[in-house]
T-cell receptor, first 109, second 112 residues
Framework: QQPVQSPQAVILREGEDAVINCSSS?????VHWYRQKHGEAPVFLMI?????EQKGHEKISASFNEKKQQSSLYLTASQLSYSGTYFC??????????FGTGTRLQVFP | EAQVTQNPRYLITVTGKKLTVTCSQN?????MSWYRQDPGLGLRQIYY???????DKGDVPEGYKVSRKEKRNFPLILESPSPNQTSLYFC???????????FGQGTRLTVV
């Protein structure tokens, strides 16, 4: 039931864009995105509920394709502060939140 | 300040010696959960609780126990720790399993 994230790792230069994907084999109720910096706790970025919505703040946005049970996280004009591991979390109802294995993003000057 | 507090932050123990990791939240959240994080495996849910006296197994519950006697506290108990339970543990709380989760700072446990 663990969602599948791709790619496993991304290396970028400042200013470049990246897309991280999250897919599930089961019908999703919601998709969460979190970022974890090294040695710290995961921090919430956004939630998308079923309905195919798109959300975003600043240069980070996400979409949720309910038909394909997929979500994508878009990072545009990346900054050094974007470095970290990104996790998607999926819920199939209101009970459990299951996380993917993470995508490690490194941004270099 | 809204927060989830875990203790201890670091713990080294020996095989078989019972231990408890505490977790407390001050946001009046109904939902609390425990995750373990291992390289390459992401965050895997151990147990979760939807409210006081209501707990359920996550994906990797073997070797762990939890209790939820009060809304704010959700301790993780390892009755007989083994080396394969060496990991980084996170407690999280939220209003529901599908809402924004707030994580504690983590507990790095080593079992020798």
């Amino acid at each position: 039931q663990q969602p599948v994230q791709s790619p496993q790792a991304v290396i970028l230069r400042e200013g470049e864009d990246a897309v991280i994907n999250c897919s599930s084999s089961k019908a999703l109720y919601s998709v969460h995105w979190y970022r974890q910096k090294h040695g710290e706790a995961p921090v919430f970025l956004m939630i998308l509920l079923k309905g195919g919505e798109q959300k975003g703040h600043e240069k980070i946005s996400a979409s949720f394709n309910e038909k394909k049970q997929q979500s994508s996280l878009y990072l545009t004009a990346s900054q050094l502060s974007y470095s970290g591991t990104y996790f998607c979390g999926t819920s199939y109802n209101t009970d459990k939140l299951i996380f993917g294995t993470g995508t490690r993003l490194q941004v270099f000057p | 300040e809204a927060q989830v507090t875990q203790n201890p932050r670091y713990l080294i123990t020996v095989t078989g010696k019972k231990l408890t990791v505490t977790c407390s939240q001050n946001m009046n959240h109904e939902y609390m959960s425990w995750y373990r994080q291992d390289p390459g495996l992401g965050l895997r849910q151990i147990y979760y609780s939807m409210n006081v006296e209501v707990t359920d197994k996550g994906d990797v519950p073997e070797g762990y126990k939890v209790s939820r006697k009060e809304k704010r506290n959700f301790p993780l108990i390892l009755e007989s720790p083994s080396p394969n339970q060496t990991s980084l543990y996170f407690c999280a709380s939220s209003f529901g399993g599908h809402t924004e989760a707030f994580f504690g700072q983590g507990t790095r446990l080593t079992v020798v």
